[in-house]
């Protein structure tokens, strides 16, 4: 954070904001909502798609970049430069808006792809439009709330995330109800998956326009007026940013590091050896092409919408036990939860039990969603939101590509080529990262200030 008398600057702004309602700060964080429904129909239903459209399983890996790799390119570019904005419209709302536009057209078309190629990059462009909006969205929060509210805002859109995801994951099921799950378009994609995507794409939109109508930004203050003029946006202007950030980034942000490493790797193998896992320790099969493998896979997706549900409810839950405890205990707590789930996975053998362990496993979807980003908050400069919100999404994407690269490597010498082991490797990592977690200088409580809400 800033030291000496810009520090103390910082901070006076800071308590100078505004205190918002609850019905505000859910308000603000309706947009999350539309944007984690979009990303939780990539989850649940990229992977179909492409095998509709004739992918097979050695491609299948490739066409999963767009996520890491957009991200990993454009957060923290869009991040420093949303830091350099000013319009009428506000610092980081222009961002929102182009987004969601993009994310709203490429949800239309996607169930409408004649070919693989085309549903791929969609893929690429709706990633784009979904980062275009994430960053400057985590950092509106973080300029609009003061610091003992961060807490309240961030676990608000933890719990959205949970929400959205669940009924992503469930809206093709649902609509069952109305339209037949074998009622096929021309490119073989089912219409209840086409028209969860048409949702998606008036839900991406419409939320964003709730949050910026309703809880608009901040009008910047003189001293941000001044430093905006005296550096203009530019370019070259948002990568030297880039550049200086990472130079100068906070103890507590690298402390963040190798915790945030161990949890995305280890969530990241969780999510590409589920199914796999459970075919094999509650259907006995590893034949992909048998009944056995198709169950299993249907098993992953209804537990993974039970743990995105219970993340929903633990985000709320943990919004008074951060307040009491400070975030860096409370994700601690967490991670070891998340972490225990996966190493007893593969010993259950009752399809019944894996519910159960959701719990552990939504418990730290929801730190993962929410705590770190209170962490963060805490520990980077306001004037600087937007960059390092940026930049921190590279502490995710690159763990995912690091798995990526190097679970080929490992997955017969080290883990006999189990899936099973996989899912287990990826409980103790989680655990790591709690270890990790502890270590860090951020998160501890904030006194809570008795200033009237708007």
């Known amino acids: 954070m800033s030291d000496g ?35 939780g129909l990539q989850q649940a239903n990229m992977g179909p ?16 970049l767009a996520g890491p790799m957009t991200g990993l390119l454009i957060q923290p570019l869009i991040g420093a430069m949303s830091d350099r904005t000013n319009t009428r419209f506000g610092r980081r709302t222009p961002y929102f808006l182009i987004g969601a536009i993009i994310c709203s057209i490429s949800l239309l078309f996607m169930p409408y792809s004649p070919t693989l190629w085309v549903a791929a990059s969609l893929l690429w462009i709706l990633d784009a439009g979904n980062n275009i909006t994430m960053e400057p969205y985590r950092a509106y929060v973080a300029d609009r709330l003061r610091p003992d509210q961060r807490s309240v805002g961030f676990l608000t859109q933890s719990a959205f995330t ?51 109508i309703r809880v608009p930004e901040l009008p910047l203050t003189d001293q941000e007026q001044s430093l905006l003029e005296e550096h203009p946006l530019t370019v070259s202007s948002a990568l030297k940013d880039i550049v200086a950030a990472i130079r100068d980034m906070p103890k507590p942000m690298r402390q963040l590091a190798l915790a945030m490493l161990c949890q995305w790797y280890g969530m990241f193998v969780y999510w590409q050896f589920i199914a796999f896992a459970l075919s094999r320790s509650l259907y006995g099969t590893s034949d992909t092409a048998s009944a056995g493998f198709r169950d299993a896979a249907l098993t992953a997706q209804q537990i993974g919408a039970f743990y995105n549900f219970i993340a929903f409810l633990s985000a709320l839950l943990l919004i008074p036990v951060v307040r009491k405890f400070g975030a860096r205990s409370a994700h601690a707590f967490c991670l070891t939860a998340s972490g225990a789930a996966m190493v007893l996975i593969p010993g259950v053998d009752e399809k019944i039990f894996l519910f159960g362990l959701m719990f552990g496993i939504g418990i730290g979807w929801a730190g993962m969603m929410g705590n770190t980003y209170v962490m963060l908050a805490d520990s980077i400069p306001p004037e600087r ?54 270590f860090v200088d951020a998160g501890k409580p904030v006194p809570r200030t008795m200033q009237p809400a708007e």
């Open 5 to 39: 008398n810009g520090g103390i600057a910082a901070d006076a702004a800071a308590m100078s904001k505004p205190r918002l309602s609850l019905l505000r700060i859910v308000e603000m964080n309706i947009g999350f909502f539309g944007l984690q429904f979009s990303f």
């Open 49 to 64: 798609i492409y095998g509709f459209l004739g992918a097979d399983e050695a491609t299948m890996p490739l066409l999963w």
């Open 162 to 212: 949970g929400l959205a995801q669940t009924l992503s994951y469930l809206a093709p099921s649902l609509l069952t109800a109305f339209v037949a799950s074998d009622v096929l378009d021309s490119n073989g994609i089912p219409v209840i998956v086409k028209i969860a995507f048409i949702i998606g794409s008036i839900l991406s939109i419409s939320t964003i326009l709730w949050s910026i």
């Open 385 to 438: 939101n937007g960059i390092y919100m940026g930049i921190f999404n590279m502490f995710i994407v690159i763990p995912m590509l690091i798995e990526t690269l190097t679970m080929p490597l490992i997955y017969q010498p080290l883990l006999g080529g189990d899936p099973r082991n996989a899912i287990m490797l990826g409980g103790v990592l989680m655990i790591l990262g709690a270890a990790a977690t502890l």
